[in-house]
Nanobody, 130 residues
């Protein structure tokens, strides 16, 4: 079983920055591709960003491309989401997720749909004021 704990959320003004962190525990971090999703009130959960198990490949939603950066530090067992130029529409609960990979997984694979992920964090609130 993997437990994911997010941190770094909060309240920020439009144009500001936040960095979210997610620290999985329980299994080898390199066994998982990681992703971030978000859910705004009254909306469905949506993909934000993903990173391969090695950190060599990343993928972003069009709405955050150029503003957000996902990265992982396998030595520290942590995945980050750096969010710059934040907009009020970025306000949501942000979730960290882990997708199990094995020898059959394509090198550099990233996952953009929630059904591909096996474990989820409890979420951290990000609020961007205008």
């Amino acid at each position: 079983q993997v437990q994911l704990v997010e941190s770094g959320g909060g309240l920020v003004q439009a144009g500001g920055s936040l960095r979210l962190s997610c620290a999985p525990s329980g299994r080898t971090f390199r066994n998982y591709a990681m992703g971030w999703f978000r859910q705004a009130p009254g909306k469905e959960r949506e993909f934000v960003a993903a990173v391969s198990w090695s950190g060599g490949s990343t993928s972003y939603a069009d709405s955050v491309k150029g503003r957000f950066t996902i990265a992982r530090d396998n030595a520290k067992n942590t995945v980050y989401l750096q969010m710059n130029s934040l907009k009020p529409e970025d306000t949501a609960v942000y979730y960290c997720a882990a997708a199990t990979v094995d020898s059959r997984t394509v090198v550099g694979a990233t996952f953009r749909t929630s059904s591909e992920y096996d474990y989820w964090g409890q979420g951290t609130q990000v609020t961007v004021s205008s």
